[in-house]
C-alpha cells in the first residue's frame, strides 16, 4: 500500500516514526509515469527499505509556460502506478507547497548545462538543481534515482551532490525502451500515430553514431553528419541538436578517443523528444595485448 | 577542550557518534577572530549540546584576489580563542579539503543579492550562499549563527534555508561595538591609527540616520545626504553606498514608512568597512493609543 502525502509536514510526521536503519530512496518525477519510472522504482525497491515517488510538475524548470500548461498529468493513474510497484509514500505537492512565496534561491551547475538541452531551454536545469534540491533537503534520502534517458540532468544532479557535499548516492538507471527502440517518455503519448512510427529515428540515427565510433571513426563532425542523415528527409522531423560529448563534464569533443555520449534532441512536430547513448571507440572496447 | 579538524571524514565520525537528542550549533567564521565570533559562539553555546565553529577563508567569495590574499589569518589564536569559550570543535580545513575539483555548483539568491554590497562586490554572496550551503550539508546543525553586522549576509542565509527547505534555523546576534561604536571586524586590525579614529564615523552616520527615522523624517535622499555630511570632509573615509533598504527584500525604500535597515560600506584608506542599524518610525515606536 502507498500512502499518498500532499504536505510537507506529513512526511515530517512519518519521517519522525522512521528507525535509524531505515535506508530511504527517493524516485523524483513529474507523473505521467511509464515504465522508464518503473525501472527506477524497481532499483529503489531493490536498494532500499522505504521508498517514496515525487510527483511534481516543476514550473520553474519549464522554459515555456505553453510546455507546461501541456505536460500530461494522471495522478490517478500514477498512484495506481506506484502502489502495483511497492512504492511506500507518493508525494504529491501543490505548486504553493513547493513554492509558498516567490523562490529567490536558484541552483545552478556551471559548464555542464551549457551544451546539449541547456543550450535550447534557458533556465531548465536552473529549475531542476533547483526543485531536486529542495527535495533532497525535505526527504534526506540516502539515495535518489534518474534515468539515464535524461543524461544530462543525471550528470547535473550527480555533479550537484559533490560539488555540495551532499550526503546521498545519486544512482542512474538505463533507458527502458519500446520494441522499436524509442525511448520511454511522458511525451511520447502527444505523438499521432503517424509521428510515433517515425519517432524512433531518433534513437536509430544514436545507434549509428555509436557503430561508427566502435568501428574506428574518431570525426564528431563525420559522424554528426552521417547520423543526421537518418534524421533528413522526413519533414515531420527537426533535429534541434546532435552531439558527442564528454561523459563527465558533458562539453563537445574534438576527437573520440575516449567513450563519449552521444546525444540528441529533435522534434517531431510539436512534441520534443531526446535520447542519447553510450559510444565506446575500438580500443576501449578491446584493450590491446588482450 | 576543543577538538580541530581538518578533514569533512573526521567530523563524519565524531557525527556517528553523537546521540540522536544532541542539538548541534554552527557558526561558520573566516577566523581572525575576535568579540563579534565570540557573542556567536556564545549563543550558539547557550542554544547548543554541541557546537562547531568552522574557519575557512572562502576563496569563491571574493571578488578580488588581493583581499583573500591580504585576508588575516590567526589560527593559532583562533583556536586559543574558540577553547576559551568552550566550542566543542573546530573545522579548519584546506582550500583542497572544500573545494577537491572545481566548484561548478553555485547557489544564488536572486533580489536580495542585488543591492548593498552585492552591487559592489561581483559574485561575493554567491561564494558565501554556496559555501554555507557546504558546511550546512557537512554539518547539518540544528542552528546556524551569523551577526547582525553583515546584515545582507544574514538575510541571504535566511532565505536559502527557507526558499530550498532546510531543516535548521538561522539565528541572527546582534553586532558588537567597541566603545566608540565601531563595530567589530576583522578588518580593524588593518587600519592605521589614525584611520582607527576616523572609523567610528560610519557608525555616527548610521546613527544620525536612526534618528532622523526616529524623528520623523520619511524621505530616504533626505536622510541619506545628512549622513553623508558626517563623513564627508574627512579625505580618508571615500563612502561607497549608504542605503535606507527594506528589513526583509532589501530594497531601498521610497518612503521611510515602516522599519528600515540603513546599510553603508565605506573605504577608510585601503580598508572596506561595512555596519548597518535598525531604523524605525515614530508612529512604530510609540503605537498610537498607546
Given at each position: 500500500?502507498s500512502?499518498v502525502?500532499?504536505?510537507?509536514?506529513?512526511?515530517?510526521?512519518?519521517?519522525?516514526s522512521?528507525?535509524?536503519?531505515?535506508?530511504?530512496?527517493?524516485?523524483?518525477?513529474?507523473?505521467?509515469?511509464h515504465?522508464?519510472h518503473?525501472?527506477?522504482?524497481?532499483?529503489?525497491?531493490?536498494?532500499c527499505?522505504?521508498?517514496?515517488?515525487?510527483?511534481?510538475?516543476?514550473?520553474?524548470?519549464?522554459?515555456q509556460?505553453?510546455?507546461?500548461?501541456?505536460?500530461a498529468?494522471?495522478?490517478e493513474?500514477?498512484?495506481?502506478?506506484?502502489?502495483?510497484?511497492?512504492v511506500?509514500?507518493?508525494?504529491?505537492?501543490?505548486?504553493?507547497?513547493?513554492?509558498?512565496?516567490?523562490?529567490?534561491t536558484?541552483v545552478?551547475?556551471?559548464?555542464?548545462?551549457?551544451?546539449?538541452?541547456?543550450?535550447h531551454?534557458?533556465?531548465?536545469?536552473?529549475?531542476?538543481?533547483?526543485?531536486?534540491?529542495?527535495?533532497?533537503?525535505?526527504?534526506?534520502p540516502?539515495?535518489?534515482l534518474?534515468?539515464e534517458?535524461?543524461?544530462?540532468?543525471?550528470?547535473?544532479?550527480?555533479?550537484l551532490?559533490?560539488?555540495?557535499?551532499?550526503?546521498?548516492e545519486?544512482?542512474?538507471?538505463?533507458?527502458v525502451?519500446e520494441?522499436?527502440?524509442?525511448?520511454?517518455?511522458?511525451?511520447?503519448r502527444?505523438?499521432?500515430?503517424?509521428?510515433?512510427?517515425?519517432?524512433?529515428?531518433?534513437?536509430?540515427?544514436?545507434?549509428?553514431?555509436?557503430?561508427?565510433?566502435?568501428g574506428g571513426?574518431?570525426?564528431?563532425a563525420?559522424?554528426?553528419?552521417?547520423?543526421?542523415?537518418?534524421?533528413?528527409?522526413?519533414?515531420?522531423i527537426?533535429?534541434e541538436?546532435?552531439?558527442?560529448?564528454?561523459a563527465?563534464g558533458?562539453?563537445?569533443v574534438?576527437v573520440?578517443?575516449?567513450?563519449?555520449?552521444?546525444?540528441?534532441a529533435?522534434?517531431?512536430?510539436n512534441?520534443?523528444?531526446?535520447?542519447?547513448?553510450?559510444?565506446?571507440?575500438?580500443?576501449?572496447?578491446?584493450?590491446?595485448?588482450k
Amino acid at each position: 500500500m502507498s500512502t499518498v502525502l500532499t504536505r510537507i509536514e506529513d512526511w515530517n510526521a512519518v519521517a519522525a516514526s522512521l528507525g535509524r536503519d531505515c535506508v530511504l530512496g527517493l524516485v523524483p518525477t513529474m507523473g505521467s509515469l511509464h515504465e522508464g519510472h518503473g525501472a527506477l522504482l524497481e532499483e529503489a525497491r531493490r536498494r532500499c527499505s522505504v521508498v517514496v515517488a515525487s510527483i511534481f510538475v516543476n514550473p520553474i524548470q519549464f522554459d515555456q509556460r505553453s510546455d507546461y500548461d501541456r505536460y500530461a498529468r494522471t495522478l490517478e493513474d500514477d498512484v495506481a502506478f506506484c502502489k502495483a510497484r511497492g512504492v511506500d509514500y507518493v508525494f504529491e505537492p501543490s505548486e504553493r507547497e513547493m513554492y509558498p512565496e516567490r523562490q529567490r534561491t536558484f541552483v545552478e551547475v556551471e559548464e555542464l548545462s551549457q551544451h546539449l538541452c541547456g543550450a535550447h531551454r534557458p533556465g531548465h536545469f536552473r529549475g531542476v538543481a533547483t526543485v531536486v534540491l529542495k527535495l533532497f533537503h525535505i526527504f534526506q534520502p540516502h539515495f535518489a534515482l534518474f534515468g539515464e534517458k535524461d543524461y544530462q540532468q543525471l550528470s547535473i544532479v550527480k555533479r550537484l551532490v559533490r560539488d555540495l557535499n551532499l550526503r546521498l548516492e545519486v544512482v542512474g538507471v538505463a533507458t527502458v525502451r519500446e520494441s522499436d527502440g524509442l525511448a520511454m517518455s511522458s511525451r511520447n503519448r502527444r505523438l499521432s500515430s503517424r509521428e510515433r512510427l517515425l519517432a524512433p529515428r531518433l534513437h536509430q540515427a544514436l545507434m549509428a553514431a555509436r557503430e561508427l565510433v566502435a568501428g574506428g571513426e574518431t570525426c564528431p563532425a563525420a559522424i554528426r553528419e552521417r547520423a543526421l542523415a537518418i534524421l533528413a528527409g522526413v519533414p515531420e522531423i527537426r533535429p534541434e541538436y546532435f552531439d558527442l560529448v564528454d561523459a563527465e563534464g558533458l562539453q563537445p569533443v574534438r576527437v573520440v578517443d575516449a567513450p563519449v555520449r552521444a546525444a540528441a534532441a529533435v522534434w517531431i512536430g510539436n512534441t520534443r523528444l531526446i535520447d542519447n547513448v553510450l559510444c565506446v571507440p575500438p580500443a576501449i572496447t578491446k584493450p590491446q595485448g588482450k
